[in-house]
């Protein structure tokens, strides 16, 4: 599985994003507007939905638990210190999508008995799209959190994110992580390889690696 999660750069906005890791190829995509206003998140969330609708898509929520019903997201995804997950389920029901933002082994604990359907697990290396980042977990990280959850019956898909590049798919999928979630890696594609060629290498790395 692949995640596509929203950012802008000088040459794209959130959209421009949401439109090429569609055509990309990819099928689940998270709007990610830390700082924008309620009335900017409506707006490109209308425009997301529509894409996503097109496409057959996912369409996740960045944080905004009260604006899921109203943007039609098919779930919401809550950082440490966004609203609590259990909360979260309690407000939107069982059936919307709920992934939490994982460091640790601790917070992935915290984050199954919540009743979360998914967890984001990084920082993989240091990344520029996100603020007061996490200590950085490498492939020895994913490696222990992994095992652990093994140990502990906990099973639910862990997402790697945070700086991964083409060249670490294959190690990263070797820990037992389910998927890897893309930004930076996607827009910030050279000339001679686009956003949308980038994203349809990615799920090529993706399915070698899953035969």
């Given at each position: 599985m692949i995640q596509f999660i929203t950012h802008t750069n000088e040459r794209y906005d959130y959209l421009d994003g949401v439109r090429m890791a569609l055509e990309g190829g990819c099928r689940w995509i998270q709007l990610r507007m830390?700082?924008?206003?309620?009335?900017?998140?409506?707006?490109?969330?209308?425009?997301?939905?529509?894409?996503?609708?097109?496409?057959?898509?996912?369409?996740?929520?960045?944080?905004?638990?009260?604006?899921v019903e109203r943007t039609g997201a098919d779930g919401v995804h809550l950082g440490k210190n966004d609203m609590p997950i259990d909360k979260a389920r309690r407000l939107l029901g069982k059936d919307k999508i709920i992934g939490g933002t994982a460091n640790t082994f601790e917070d992935v604990k915290r984050i199954y008995s919540a009743g979360a359907d998914y967890i984001g697990c990084g920082p993989f290396r240091f990344t520029t799209t996100k603020k007061k980042l996490s200590p950085i977990l490498g492939l020895d990280g994913y490696k222990r959190i992994i095992e652990q959850m093994n140990a502990y019956r906990i099973n639910l898909p862990v997402i790697a994110i945070g700086g991964i590049l083409l060249p670490d798919v294959s190690d990263i999928m070797q820990t037992g992580v389910s998927g890897i979630a893309v930004s930076g890696a996607i827009l910030n594609a050279d000339n001679d390889n686009s956003p949308v060629a980038t994203m349809k290498r990615f799920i090529n790395e993706l399915k070698s690696n899953n035969k």
């Amino acid at each position: 599985m692949i995640q596509f999660i929203t950012h802008t750069n000088e040459r794209y906005d959130y959209l421009d994003g949401v439109r090429m890791a569609l055509e990309g190829g990819c099928r689940w995509i998270q709007l990610r507007m830390k700082d924008a206003s309620e009335k900017e998140i409506l707006k490109t969330a209308e425009s997301t939905r529509k894409l996503c609708k097109k496409y057959g898509a996912v369409f996740i929520l960045d944080d905004y638990v009260e604006l899921v019903e109203r943007t039609g997201a098919d779930g919401v995804h809550l950082g440490k210190n966004d609203m609590p997950i259990d909360k979260a389920r309690r407000l939107l029901g069982k059936d919307k999508i709920i992934g939490g933002t994982a460091n640790t082994f601790e917070d992935v604990k915290r984050i199954y008995s919540a009743g979360a359907d998914y967890i984001g697990c990084g920082p993989f290396r240091f990344t520029t799209t996100k603020k007061k980042l996490s200590p950085i977990l490498g492939l020895d990280g994913y490696k222990r959190i992994i095992e652990q959850m093994n140990a502990y019956r906990i099973n639910l898909p862990v997402i790697a994110i945070g700086g991964i590049l083409l060249p670490d798919v294959s190690d990263i999928m070797q820990t037992g992580v389910s998927g890897i979630a893309v930004s930076g890696a996607i827009l910030n594609a050279d000339n001679d390889n686009s956003p949308v060629a980038t994203m349809k290498r990615f799920i090529n790395e993706l399915k070698s690696n899953n035969k």
